[in-house]
């Protein structure tokens, strides 16, 4: 019975996996801290009160490294079940982002539902971006595995 007990918690596979994740968890959240907190709090915000109101190619360029970091990820992803956790995983991490920097009020953040109606940052919201990182995730993940039977 105690030489078993070796055999008690995650196996290689589900530590690697725990790995993982995990690592890809880090690279969006510096994804969106640069797009949140480097391009926006510092790039875009110190400019609003000259402009009427954000220019498009702005935004794009904002969240560009979180679509360099859902590419990274996205054509690591081994199944649908994976797709679908980490649109969970990305989902959580922007939102909890965004409810941190509205707490300490960091620039362009002052203004926030997280603050001003958190049922609908913390239901609806969270649906929505998480809807749409399972869309990204998605065709990121079906096209890198079209792209791989292609080559094959």
Known sequence: ????????????????????????????????????????????????????RVPLGWWAGMYLPVLLACVVVGVRLRSGWDVVVHALLAGAITQVLKQVLAVLQAPGHLKSMAVEDPLAFWTVMSARITFGFLVLFAIIHGTARWARARTR
Do not use: K, N
């Not at 969106?32 to 875009?44: P, S, W």
């Open 1 to 52: 019975m105690l030489r078993d007990l070796h055999m008690v918690g995650p196996t290689p596979a589900a530590r690697g996996s725990t790995r993982r994740l995990l690592g890809h968890g880090a690279v969006l959240l510096v994804a969106m801290l640069v797009a949140e907190v480097g391009i926006y709090g510092q790039l875009i915000v110190p400019r609003l009160p000259s402009v009427a």
